[in-house]
């Protein structure tokens, strides 16, 4: 595949970045137009990706998390993703929220708390039944997709299939 790249400059954080699940091809955009500056590999699988404000942190599909300098695109750092000591797999869509990594867990309706320092889940959200209040006209498949707003401060889910897209607001107890 061939695909026409912008003027060279360096990448920042600011940037857009999409991963390809298999071909560990990955593209970097502008943000105010989405225009193409840059492909990039890496050496995993592109599952999920977010950011810290100083490195991109991607998922592989493992309990690995990447932090990687979005200026070299070289790898800086990996922590594994765990539970009072044990590895936790299937780390997929992430977002960054409060300086904790918010992580789907591909095939549950469960999403993880990471400490990014650590690798510990401090809390989980979970999702089960969330689907049961509506009425499903397709086949849907798994929870897959979290973003984040910062000015209503909730999280927007939804999945592979979903016909809806949900507005969570988080609260401590």
């Not at 929220?97 to 999403?111: D, G, H, S, V």
Request: net charge negative; aromatic share 12%; glycine share 6%.
């Amino acid at each position: 595949l061939h695909y026409p790249l912008r003027r060279q400059r360096q990448m920042c954080i600011r940037d857009r970045y999409q991963l390809t699940w298999k071909s560990k091809t990955g593209f970097v955009y502008e943000q105010e137009d989405f225009q193409l500056v840059k492909t990039f590999s890496y050496s995993y699988e592109g599952w999920g990706i977010t950011h810290d404000g100083k490195y991109l942190i991607v998922s592989d599909g493992t309990s690995t998390l990447h932090f990687v300098d979005p200026l070299t695109m070289k790898e800086i750092k990996r922590i594994e993703i765990h539970e009072n000591g044990v590895p936790v797999n299937r780390i997929n869509e992430l977002e960054y929220i409060k300086n904790k990594i918010f992580a789907n867990i591909w095939l549950t309706e469960r999403i993880a708390v990471i400490e990014p320092q650590s690798g510990e889940i401090t809390a989980w959200l979970d999702l089960s039944g969330i689907l049961d209040s509506i009425e499903i006209i397709q086949e849907i498949n798994v929870l897959n997709g979290i973003a984040y707003d910062s000015e209503k401060d909730c999280l927007f889910v939804t999945g592979k299939l979903w016909p809806v897209l949900f507005e969570i607001k988080i609260s401590e107890r």
